[in-house]
């Protein structure tokens, strides 16, 4: 198994810039995807983004397409969601999820991952 751990939310202004960061530890491979989700309140928990374990494929929801992006420190085991231009809409709490994989790993439904970090909130006002 491998634990995530989330950090980084906070209260931020619209059109301000965030880093959220997921530390995993525990049984760590390079046949791990990783992803990005976030859930609104009212809302279903949706995919943002997701990226292999070395960070050199990476993938994304359309709404976040130009403003978010994916990057790995491989060093530190750590994946970062940087988040520019951040809307009142983005406001949710977002999470980091993993699963290992044997073949394809770009997976964006939440049920292809099996192991998630306890999230961090991230509030954008207007």
């Known amino acids: 198994q491998v634990r995530l751990v989330e950090s980084g939310g906070g209260l931020v202004q619209t059109g301000e810039s965030l880093r959220l960061s997921c530390v995993a530890s525990g049984s760590t491979n390079d046949r791990i995807a990783m992803a990005w989700f976030r859930q609104a309140p009212g809302k279903e928990r949706e995919f943002v983004g997701g990226?292999?374990?070395?960070?050199?494929?990476?993938w994304y929801e359309d709404s976040v397409k130009g403003r978010f992006t994916i990057s790995r420190d491989n060093s530190k085991n750590t994946m970062y969601l940087h988040m520019n231009a951040l809307r009142p809409e983005d406001t949710a709490v977002y999470s980091c999820?993993?699963?290992?994989?044997?073949?394809?790993?770009?997976?964006?439904?939440?049920?292809?991952?099996?192991?998630w970090g306890q999230g961090t909130q991230v509030t954008v006002s207007s």
């Open positions: 999820a993993a699963r290992f994989y044997s073949g394809n790993y770009n997976y964006r439904r939440k049920y292809d991952y099996n192991m």
């Open positions: 990226t292999n374990w070395s960070g050199t494929s990476t």
